[in-house]
Structures are given as C-alpha cells and as structure tokens.
C-alpha cells in the first residue's frame, strides 16, 4: 500500500511541477476592451505592423509576466465565418521581459518593435479586397494577437460595415411646404443637414449661424440601417420660394484610426411655397439612355466587352461629379475625352 502511495504523491508532484512550469513559459495576453468592435472603415496598416497607418486606439494588449528570452509579437486576421487565414504579421524578435512586457494600443506596435504584414495569396475575392484597397471589407473577422515562439495568444472580434448614404426623398423633384420631408438611409454617426442654393456645396442656407434643424440622432446601426427623417415644416420658412436648392448629409464614420468626417452626395430639388403641380427636373429618360449607351461604349474600348455586359441590365438613377448633379453635356463630354484618349480613366467605379 505504501509503495501505490509514493506513486501517486509523486504523480501530483510532478503534475504541479509541469503546470507551473507550463504558465510561466505561455505567459499572459490580453485585450481591452473585449469586443466586438464595428468599423465602416478599418485598414490594415492600423493594425501597427505597415508603414504609413495612423494606428489603432481602440484596443489595447496586455503582456504579463511570462517567458524570458527574444518574442515575437504576431497578429492574424482571419474570416469570422469560414476560419480561412487573411492577413499575418509579426513584429522583429525583442527580449520579452525588458522590452515587450507591459501594455500597448496596437497600432503602436510598428512603431515599438518594427515588423510587416503579408496578405495571404490564395486567390480569393477578399484576398483581392484587402491588396487592392489596403482594408479589411465588408464582414466579421477575428484578429488574433499572440507571441512567438512560446504561443500565448487572445483574440477580439471586428465587424465592418462599410458607410451607406443614400437620400430618398426629395431627389431631383419639385416639392412643395406641405409634402416637404427630408428621408434618406444611412449607417453614419452625429448625422447633420445641410442645404445650400449652389450645386457646388459653397453657399449654404442658414438662419442665422445654422438651419432651425440640422442635428438628427440616428435610427439605424451599422448592421441595419434604418430611413432617417428631418420634417420639412421645420427648414421650409428660411427657404424661397420657387428656388432649385440642394441638400446633403454629413456626418461621421468610424474608422480603425478614430472617426472621419464623411458627407453624401449633393441632391437637387425645387421648392415651392404651394405649388399643386409638381414635376421631376433631373435628367430625362432619353438623356439617360444617350449617357449608358455612351458608357457602355467607353468600358468597350477601354476595359473589354464584358465589364460592358456588365452594366447592361442596369438604370441609370443619378449622376453627379464630385459629390454634384452633373447634367447630360458635362457626363457626355468626359465620357467622349476617355474613349478618345484626351483624359485617362484611373479607375472606374459605379454604385
């Protein structure tokens, strides 16, 4: 009896010995706050190991007492969903207990203790997202930070949610006091209203200093938003009668590197005090058409038949350049300066 004693004493020493042992090699990791965190924007540089980010502050890491000897500090970003590695990263090695213990927001980590990020070359359409544009896209993701060799890692998670502005109402339409409502969707935050009497966003209408009514709280949230609305009673005695004026949203986004100051696109519409026939005033159907065909045209010659094809099954809704209505002329004529070679098209994008 004696001896099976001696056996399992020997058996908890050993295993209290190798837990010990165990804990002091991983050492500690951790983030605060805990998360999730949502972004609309969220670039990877500002996750501190790629030069020219202005670095994440949200978050903070912790390294506790733990291993001696060189460290590398690593950051993984993987998809939520389907576990598949995007982006990697490790700082250069440093001694952990003088140099890497303590805590840190993790866009200093460049800073701190040099090191690179590398996308992972698998070919996917996030693999194309994140090169091309430089940030994580739409979606939910896991961004692991841990240390090397000796393992010790935690994880938050970070939902993007790209910013959404679109206005609804009224959108290149008289409009007269009594059906004046100002309705659009949105996801940004401290929304504001703005009207103004050029299409250039450079005279604005105020009372005073301001509209009578331009903060508005927000409905939505990132993963939904919702229609947002200023009555129009409220803004109509400071504006003319009979005036073509138009109205914007600004607001803020958040990004990976604090919030940004973002703002829609410049909507035209005709105000009438009492007006009972009321009529569209943007571009006709006709002039739509002429402008598609013409596009069409230009990605044929400049891209290939199928980005053509791809445009083909749309409408035409708005136009406008930088942030302004555009009329049928001042569209048609960039247009034709791309096809004939007078103006080069960086990139193409449409919404």
Same mark, same amino acid.
């Given at each position: 009896?004696? &001896?099976? +004693? ?32 949502? &972004? ?13 980010? +202005? ?20 950051? @993984?970003?993987? @998809? ?7 982006? $990697? ?10 140099? /890497?213990?303590?805590? =840190? ?21 996030? &693999? ?13 993701? %896991? ?15 970070? *939902? ?8 609804? =109402? ?6 007269? %006091? ?6 659009? /969707?949105?996801?940004? *935050?401290?929304?504001?209203?703005? /009207? =103004? ?12 200093? %301001? ?17 947002? %609305?200023?009555?129009?009673? /409220? ?52 002039? +739509? ?16 038949? !199928?980005?053509? !094809? ?5 409408? #035409? ?16 004529? #960039? ?6 070679? @007078?103006? $080069? ?7």
């Amino acid at each position: 009896m004696r &001896y099976f +004693k001696i056996i399992a004493f020997a058996s908890i020493l050993i295993l209290i010995v190798l837990s010990l042992f165990t804990g002091n090699a991983f050492g500690q990791v951790s983030i605060s706050p805990a998360g999730p965190l949502t &972004y609309h924007v969220f670039l990877v540089a500002d996750l501190g190991l790629e030069g020219g980010g +202005k670095g994440n502050k949200d978050f903070q890491i912790t390294f506790g007492a733990g291993p001696t000897g060189q460290q590398e500090i690593t950051i @993984d970003v993987t @998809d939520f969903n389907t576990g598949d590695l995007l982006v $990697t990263g490790a700082t250069d090695p440093h001694d952990y207990a003088t140099e /890497i213990q303590g805590t =840190y927001f993790i866009g200093q980590l460049d800073d701190l203790f040099g090191g690179d990020f590398d996308v992972v070359d698998d070919a996917t359409d996030l &693999y194309d997202k994140v090169l091309a544009t430089g940030r994580l896209p739409r979606g939910r993701f %896991r961004i692991t930070v841990g240390l090397n060799p000796n393992g010790a890692s935690t994880s938050i998670i970070v *939902n993007i949610a790209p910013p959404y502005m679109q206005p609804l =109402y009224p959108v290149e339409v008289q409009t007269n %006091r009594a059906i004046l409502d100002f309705r659009w /969707i949105t996801n940004i *935050n401290r929304q504001e209203l703005h /009207i =103004y009497t050029d299409p250039f966003g450079n005279r604005e209408v105020l009372a005073g200093s %301001r509209l009578p009514f331009t903060r508005i709280p927000s409905t939505g949230t990132a993963w939904n938003p919702q229609a947002q %609305r200023v009555d129009g009673s /409220i803004v109509s005695p400071v504006l003319n009668d009979g005036a073509i004026l138009y109205w914007q949203i600004q607001g803020y986004i958040k990004t990976s590197h604090g919030d940004e100051r973002t703002e829609s696109v410049l909507t035209a519409f005709q105000y009438f005090e009492n007006a009972q026939s009321l009529e569209y005033i943007g571009l006709s159907d006709p002039d +739509k058409q002429a402008i598609k065909d013409l596009l069409i045209k230009m990605l044929q010659e400049i891209v290939d038949n !199928r980005a053509a !094809r791809s445009i083909e099954q749309y409408d #035409i809704n708005r136009i406008a350049i930088d942030n302004s209505p555009a009329t049928r002329e001042e569209i048609m004529t #960039i247009l034709q300066a791309i096809i004939s070679g @007078d103006v $080069t098209a960086t990139s193409i994008q449409f919404q």
